[in-house]
């Protein structure tokens, strides 16, 4: 079993639409969780970052984390054309090396 | 406006031949990290390091891999002799202990 889950979609949605990206982790010793957002031909961009459980706000993104069930999500609302990208999950226990999902690539539609 | 940088940022070389690929981390962190990402297999952790000493290169090749840190600000990824498999990109990342990193542009390597 990997250590992090991401359904790679691809995922296509209008302009506007509300875009729910997801992970599943299975070590509970995780405590950082980031998305990383790759546009093609660049290098992975760190986009929100949140310690422990709970929702985190930044404009048009939440992260949510939820630690008793070892999931975590990306809200987009009111998506864009620019938001069309790869996006990464990743996390990490503190000291330890991260652990990345495979991504999940997200079209949105003008 | 702190980056990461790496050079070279585009590589075409032949097979057998040595590959050196090049990082400077953002100014104060302690950690650096090598992954390699392919469509196939996504991003894979090939080494890292703290303080400049290796924690762990596992996901590396042994025999024709190695990275090395000879100063705080500058981590190398060389691979010789080179082979078609190992084109792909190359990022490097760095951050402060392990709680966050930041990526490089990365190196795209291409092997005939």
């Known amino acids: 079993q990997k250590e992090v889950e991401q359904d790679p979609g691809p995922l296509s949605v209008p302009e506007g639409a509300i875009v729910s990206l997801n992970c599943t982790y299975s070590?509970?010793?995780?405590?950082?969780f980031m998305w990383y957002r790759q546009y093609s031909r660049k290098g992975p961009e760190l986009l929100m970052y949140?310690?422990?459980?709970g929702n985190k706000e930044d404009g048009r993104f939440t992260a949510q984390v939820d630690k008793s069930s070892k999931y975590i999500s990306l809200f987009i609302r009111d998506s864009q054309p620019s938001d069309s990208a790869t996006y990464l999950c990743?996390?990490?226990?503190?000291?330890?090396?991260?652990?990345f999902g495979t991504g999940t690539s997200l079209t949105v539609i003008p | 406006d702190a980056r990461v940088t790496q050079t070279p940022r585009h590589k075409v070389t032949e097979m057998g031949q040595e590959v050196t690929m090049r990082c400077q981390p953002i100014?104060?962190?302690?950690?650096v990290f090598w992954y390699r990402q392919t469509m196939m297999q996504g991003l894979e952790l090939l080494a890292y390091?703290?303080?400049?000493?290796?924690?762990?290169d596992s996901g590396m090749p042994k025999d024709r891999f190695s990275a090395e840190m000879p100063d705080a600000t500058l981590a190398t990824l060389k691979i010789q002799p080179s082979e078609p498999r190992d084109s792909a990109v190359y990022f490097c990342?760095?951050?402060?202990?392990?709680?966050?990193?930041?990526f490089g542009p990365g190196t795209r390597l291409t092997v005939l």
């Open positions: 990743a996390m990490s226990a503190l000291g330890n090396q991260f652990y």
């Open positions: 070590n509970s010793a995780f405590q950082y």
């Open positions: 990342a760095s951050g402060f202990l392990t709680d966050t990193q930041y």
């Open positions: 949140t310690y422990s459980s």
């Open positions: 100014l104060g962190h302690n950690t």
């Open positions: 390091f703290r303080n400049r000493a290796p924690l762990d």
